[in-house]
């Protein structure tokens, strides 16, 4: 972690910073643009999966593009070599979805990065099967935001309530006022509490 950022976290919350020392190192890393799209359908394929699961399931995926996923790949496959990779029907809709929006310029990811937080998430939510989690993971993992904060996110919920010591799960409001004290850093926060629940 750059040290600016524990610093930060010194300076505006102890507990946090102390699970930050604890958990050694935590980097924020992000992709190039020609791999948006790779990271898309993975996040499309993890929703309310394992970790395990949804690794095993992409590297099928993958390797059905031959190591490589792109539109072109994507719309080349039937539905059932989709399907047959472990992925749900609907989750095969999505994904011959996202091929084609990308393919037909409809959405085009590599200028995702000249926007805004918020635009971004507005501009994926419009695509069928990704939702503010998903476009939030793409902020933090494909973009390298460094202050997103994902409220959907019942591991991040739970990390909370287990470092701060809540007896059920903290309200969003609750959430809101610790979480709000990370900014500009709150995607470091995430990891952190990430590998909490690890």
């Known amino acids: 972690m750059k040290p600016k950022v524990l610093s930060h976290f010194r300076k505006v919350d102890p507990i946090l910073a ?11 890393k992000w992709r190039q643009a020609e ?33 490589k996923l792109s539109p072109d790949i994507i719309l080349k496959l ?4 989709l399907r047959d990779t472990g992925v749900s029907w609907s989750k095969v809709k999505f994904i011959k979805n996202l091929a084609e929006k990308v393919k037909s310029r409809k959405i085009e990811l590599k200028k995702l990065t000249e ?17 503010p989690w998903t476009a939030e993971m793409f902020l933090m993992f494909s973009l390298g935001r460094e202050d997103v904060f994902s409220y959907g996110d019942l ?5 909370i309530q287990k470092l701060y010591g809540f007896k059920k799960e903290p309200t969003k409001k609750q959430i809101e006022k610790i979480a709000g004290k990370w ?16």
């Open 115 to 131: 926007l805004e937080d918020e635009l971004v998430i507005t501009e994926l939510v419009k695509l069928h099967g990704i939702g």
């Open 35 to 67: 791999d948006f799209f790779a990271a898309l359908c993975g996040a499309i394929v993890g929703q309310q999966l394992s970790d395990k699961v949804a690794e095993i399931i992409y590297a099928r995926l993958e390797k059905l593009g031959k190591g």
């Open 18 to 28: 102390s699970a930050a020392e604890k958990m050694g190192k935590v980097e924020l």
């Open 155 to 159: 591991g991040l919920r739970r990390a």
């Open 183 to 198: 900014s500009p850093y709150r995607t470091y926060a995430c990891l952190v509490l990430w590998k909490i629940m690890d």
């Open 78 to 81: 039937s539905d059932q070599k």
